[in-house]
């Protein structure tokens, strides 16, 4: 089966960095995503790791462990519009799981001024 | 990135009504979609698989004959609720597959939803 962990609230500055980590155990692994959702809208694409390491995309950077079943997104120098919940999914493998994505329950990120 | 889009973005049905939803990949072809649900402050919940020419793949626990799924090109999925009833209120999303990098490596792209609400 598949269990994505990952906190449900985080509070941060504006101006600070803060990071959001995600653990899971799932049957096979074919890739990790991070999705932005903000409230009442559809998630949108942050990034995708499926070798171990950081992917740096501007202000937002994700990291993979396959070996320890984590990854982590990092947002820095943050804005009041990057209060939103992310979404961390990971992707299983075509045999054991249809290749098919499946999220965790999402970490609100509140950004305070 | 690639574009989804969803129609309607908003419908209000009255219970015992269908209701039809639909979700286009617009600039990539997507033999495969997806539609999720979304309860408020939850995640999201896969309820189907839709592959273009052949049947859906429903969840564990979803009604096939209450979620009726019609794949009938590469850029086009529906959604239709049948027999809408309170309960089935939610927020709608479907996913298209962009697997020109390969089907190892392919991103998932959303469309923007559709509030259902049944009165």
């Known amino acids: 089966g598949q269990n994505i962990d990952q906190p449900t609230e985080m509070t941060a500055t504006e101006g600070a960095i803060v990071q959001i980590n995600c653990t899971y155990q799932t049957s096979g692994f074919n890739g990790l995503f991070w999705y932005q959702q903000h409230a009442g809208e559809a998630p949108t694409f942050l990034s995708y790791?499926?070798?171990?390491g950081l992917e740096e995309k501007g202000r937002f950077s994700s990291f993979l462990s396959r070996s320890k079943g984590y990854s982590y997104l990092l947002l820095k120098e943050l804005q009041m519009k990057d209060s939103a919940s992310y979404l961390c999914?990971?992707?299983?493998?075509?045999?054991?799981?249809?290749?098919?994505?499946?999220f965790g329950g999402g970490t609100r990120v509140l950004v305070k001024p | 990135g690639a574009v989804v889009s969803q129609h309607p973005s908003r419908v209000i049905c009255k219970s015992g009504t269908s209701v039809k939803i639909e979700c286009r990949s617009l600039d990539f072809q997507a033999t495969t979609m997806f539609w999720y649900r979304q309860f408020p402050k939850q995640s999201l919940m896969l309820m189907a698989t839709s592959n273009e020419g052949s049947k859906a793949t429903y969840e564990q626990g979803v009604e096939k004959d209450k979620f009726l799924i019609n794949h009938a090109s590469l850029t086009l999925s529906t959604l239709t609720v049948t027999s809408a009833h309170p309960e089935d209120s939610s927020f709608y999303i479907c996913?298209?597959?962009?697997?020109?990098?390969?089907?190892?490596?392919?991103?998932?792209?959303f469309g923007p939803g559709t509030r259902l609400t049944v009165l």
């Open positions: 999914a990971v992707r299983g493998s075509i045999k054991a799981a249809g290749n098919k994505l499946t």
């Open positions: 790791n499926v070798l171990d």
């Open positions: 996913s298209a597959r962009d697997e020109e990098g390969g089907l190892q490596s392919y991103t998932q792209y």
